[in-house]
T-cell receptor, first 114, second 120 residues
Framework: GAVVSQHPSWVICKSGTSVKIECRSLDFQATTMFWYRQFPKQSLMLMAT?????????EQGVEKDKFLINHASLTLSTLTVTSAHPEDSSFYICSATQGGETQYFGPGTRLLVL | QQQVKQSPQSLIVQKGGISIINCAYE??????FPWYQQFPGKGPALLIA?????SEKKEGRFTISFNKSAKQFSLHIMDSQPGDSATYFC???????????????????FGTGTQLKVEL
């Protein structure tokens, strides 16, 4: 149980385009979802906290107009990287909770912006 | 105050040996301490977690030791195997916010990670 999926698993796009990443909780309802980014050999950096039906809460330094988060249902949250640039290339990981403290992580999405 | 310091950065252990990774925190409001295992190109997977009301928790070959007064906790991997080679992250979070506060769920503060290699 407590499986989280992400789609796509990897994506390559041209600079200036937008990319949407989906995060789904497959076997539970996720009251809260989190979005992280991770650079090679570094720790996870929290980008934003997403609650179903409300606006996401962004961490300091994360541009909310660049990283659009939509948590439309209790099983789906999306992260859209708008006007992507090479510096946005990273590993994006989502996690979900059922209301408790345990976060279940997705497999990650590797984004490469050319 | 939100930091979780993790050491060592990297660790090489012989097969069958004990791997020990340490973490320290400052925020006394933290009350949930999970450990995650991450393989290259994959998302982190929860290994084991502990709360401050116990000093030790064991699940199979994995044990968390917790020292509340020193604000330190550690992961011990007994009988380490090559398949345990991965990056390990400690983390900490405070209690869930009350109903009057916006948002839900607990934000995790992660340590910097330890790259473990278990050699034959």
């Amino acid at each position: 149980g407590a499986v989280v999926s992400q789609h796509p698993s990897w994506v390559i796009c041209k600079s200036g385009t937008s990319v949407k990443i989906e995060c789904r909780s497959l076997d539970f309802q996720a009251t809260t979802m989190f979005w992280y980014r991770q650079f090679p050999k570094q720790s996870l950096m929290l980008m934003a906290t997403s609650n179903e039906g409300s606006k996401a809460t962004y961490e300091q330094g994360v541009e909310k107009d660049k990283f659009l988060i939509n948590h439309a249902s209790l099983t789906l949250s999306t992260l859209t990287v708008t006007s992507a640039h090479p510096e946005d290339s990273s590993f994006y990981i989502c996690s979900a909770t059922q209301g408790g403290e345990t976060q279940y992580f997705g497999p990650g999405t590797r984004l490469l912006v050319l | 105050q939100q930091q979780v310091k993790q050491s060592p950065q990297s660790l090489i252990v012989q097969k069958g040996g004990i791997s020990i990774i340490n973490c320290a925190y400052e925020n006394t409001a933290f009350d949930y301490f999970p450990w995650y295992q991450q393989f290259p190109g994959k998302g982190p997977a929860l290994l084991i977690a502990i709360r401050p009301d116990v000093s030790e928790k064991k699940e199979g070959r994995f044990t968390i030791s917790f020292n509340k007064s020193a604000k330190q906790f550690s992961l011990h991997i007994m009988d380490s195997q090559p398949g345990d080679s991965a990056t390990y992250f400690c983390a900490a979070s405070p209690p869930p916010p009350g109903l009057i506060l916006t948002g839900g769920g607990n934000k995790l503060t992660f340590g910097t990670g330890t790259q473990l290699k278990v050699e034959l």
